[in-house]
């Protein structure tokens, strides 16, 4: 199935604004630990391995937004 490059860009925008509601809700919250960087870190104290998979993770989104062959 394909769907229109519209519906694509039109979720994406609306991801976008629901990350910056979420981010900008915890950020005006004064309790720690519900912005996404606070989640990360949670994520990353949970096991040696989340570390590796954050890493290989973020060489993949450098390679993918910088080194991307068009
Ligand atoms: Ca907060």
Redesign the pocket.
């Known amino acids: 199935m394909s769907l229109p490059g519209r519906v694509y860009t039109l979720g994406w925008l609306l991801l976008g604004l629901g990350f910056a509601t979420l981010e900008g809700l915890?950020?005006?919250?004064?309790?720690?630990?519900?912005?996404l960087s606070?989640h990360v870190w949670w994520l990353l104290a949970l096991h040696p391995t989340a570390w590796w998979l954050a890493l290989g993770l973020a060489a993949w989104a450098v390679r993918h937004l910088f080194f991307k062959k068009v």
């Open positions: 915890a950020l005006a919250d004064a309790d720690p630990g519900d912005t606070e």
